[in-house]
């Protein structure tokens, strides 16, 4: 741990090479997206594809992409961080839940659903994931 | 369904792309400099010059989890979409550097539900062409 600690400071102890960490690995998704889109029809697929074939499976995700949407530009911040630990874990106890229940559909959840599914995992997000100071 | 090697290598990209977001949260959150996750730092881009950024994420939620079936948004060619989505975010960034204004949370809010709405409409994957 201390060890980590030690490489932490080290490398990643300045707010500039942080956000250039970031902005990176951002970048880079959407670069691997553009080069998959130009490889398409040679049986690469999209990571939208991915995700429409797989839609039933992910609706956790739908839930988690709400919840950390929310998180960017609706965020609670809170002082005490004991008494708010148990929201996170009720949030991602969703987020497993959903995971298992969308191992046993079949079929593509409706609009409506994923709609709803966006909806909560937000409002969830802003109840139970604050930000601890 | 669609399966075959690409398939799972890019599976595995995004699987890889998951893994490594989360390992640089998780030592953003143990290093010792206050306010650096990606979300705050997101809204700090989002308030500053970037406000095209819940643009971005709006558009991305509608195009991946919603989308229309009304055939009659669908654009004739399928990169449409795409391109006119990079074209407004260039026009946001430009604006984003000419106009500083300030970006309260109903206009970031508005930016966002505009994002969600082009993806839902534009940019679907879910439109059936009827015969």
Do not use: C
Request: aromatic letters at 14%; a positive charge.
């Amino acid at each position: 741990m201390s060890k980590l600690k030690k490489f932490l400071k080290k490398h990643l102890s300045e707010i500039r090479t942080i956000k250039i960490v970031v902005a990176v690995l951002l970048g880079l998704m959407v670069v691997i997206d553009i080069v998959l889109v130009m490889l398409e029809g040679k049986d690469f697929p999209t990571f939208s594809l991915v995700v429409k074939q797989l839609r039933h499976r992910l609706i956790w995700f739908t839930f988690l992409y709400g919840g950390l949407v929310a998180k960017i530009f609706y965020n609670r911040k809170v002082g005490e961080k004991e008494k708010e630990v148990t929201g996170l874990l009720a949030f991602f106890s969703m987020v497993f839940l959903l995971f298992v229940i969308g191992r046993h559909l079949e079929t593509a959840p409706s609009l409506f659903l994923q709609v709803l599914l966006l909806l909560s995992g937000g409002v969830l997000a802003y109840r139970a994931w604050p930000q601890y100071q | 369904m669609m399966e075959g090697t690409g398939y799972t290598i890019v599976v595995n990209i995004m699987i890889g792309l998951a893994l490594a977001y989360f390992i640089i949260e998780i030592m953003l959150i143990l290093n010792d400099v206050e306010d650096d996750t990606s979300n705050v730092l997101l809204l700090e881009w989002s308030k500053g010059k970037s406000f095209f950024i819940p643009f971005a994420l709006g558009a991305i939620a509608g195009h991946l989890f919603l989308g229309t079936t009304n055939a009659a948004f669908k654009m004739a060619n399928g990169i449409f979409p795409v391109l006119i989505l990079f074209g407004l975010t260039i026009i946001m960034v430009i604006i984003g550097f000419k106009v500083p204004f300030e970006k309260t949370k109903s206009f970031l809010t508005a930016i966002l539900i505009a994002g969600l709405l082009y993806g839902h409409f534009f940019w679907s994957m879910n439109y059936i062409v009827s015969p």
